[in-house]
């Protein structure tokens, strides 16, 4: 099935430390994975993505962490900054012949105290 | 860098109206999505196109429709509108093969009354 968010779940952080952002994803079949950074009112802007021929990405500041065995992604932001407060969504693809498909998983809130 | 350009970028209808809206991809991308958006929910899948076709649907009701023209814009169309149907409306971009990066557009939201 579909993972659809009907509340969302929030993490508050204080500034300069580190947050973890935890996504469970519904298709063990899924072999592409990425994480988006949303605003309020904007579109979903990407943040780093993953193949599941992978089990750990880095980028600037953040950490993709993929534990296929337990269908979970973790987004790992070192020295959280104000403006990384935002909405965060995992969305997992599977390369099926013909099918272009990215499912979103329940957002996570992540509120960055001063 | 050019991004995805939707339009318009606010909407207001009235109830049983019929609304358009507009996609262009980013140059190059010849795959477009689009995902609706209701307040404090994750973005849910409507279609997507590949090169002019469909290529999948997803909880797109059947009042609304979606084709993907030969510059590769694309155009979401409903029509009867309902209550319901308030919410924000992404498109996003590709370049064709399947698993790579997505891109999406500052969305409508479209105001239904």
């Known amino acids: 099935g579909e993972s659809v968010g009907l509340h969302l779940p929030t993490l508050s952080v204080q500034e300069g430390d580190n947050s973890i952002i935890n996504c469970a994803y519904s298709?063990?079949?899924?072999?592409?994975f990425i994480w988006y950074k949303q605003e309020s009112g904007k579109g979903p802007q990407f943040i780093i993505d993953i193949r599941s021929n992978m089990d750990k990405r880095q980028g600037q500041r953040v950490t993709v962490l993929l534990n296929k065995t337990v269908k979970h992604l973790s987004l790992q932001i070192a020295a959280t900054q104000p403006g990384d407060s935002a909405v965060y969504f995992c969305?997992?693809?599977?390369?099926?012949?013909?099918?272009?498909?990215?499912?979103f998983g329940t957002g996570t809130r992540l509120k960055v105290l001063a | 860098a050019a991004g995805v350009i939707q339009s318009p970028r606010h909407l207001i209808k009235e109830k049983r109206e019929t609304a358009t809206l507009k996609c262009y991809p980013i140059p190059r991308h010849d795959t477009v999505y689009w995902y609706q958006q209701g307040p404090g929910q994750d973005p849910q899948f409507l279609i997507s196109f590949y090169e002019k076709m469909q290529s999948d649907k997803g909880s797109i009701p059947d009042r609304f429709s979606a084709q993907q023209f030969s510059d590769y814009h694309s155009e979401l169309n409903m029509s009867s509108l309902e209550l319901g149907d308030s919410a924000l409306y992404f498109c996003?971009?590709?370049?064709?093969?399947?698993?790579?990066?997505?891109?999406f557009g500052s969305g409508t939201q479209l105001s239904v009354l």
């Open positions: 969305a997992e693809n599977k390369a099926t012949s013909g099918t272009y498909k990215y499912i």
């Open positions: 996003a971009s590709s370049l064709g093969a399947l698993n790579e990066k997505l891109f």
């Open positions: 298709n063990s079949a899924s072999d592409y």
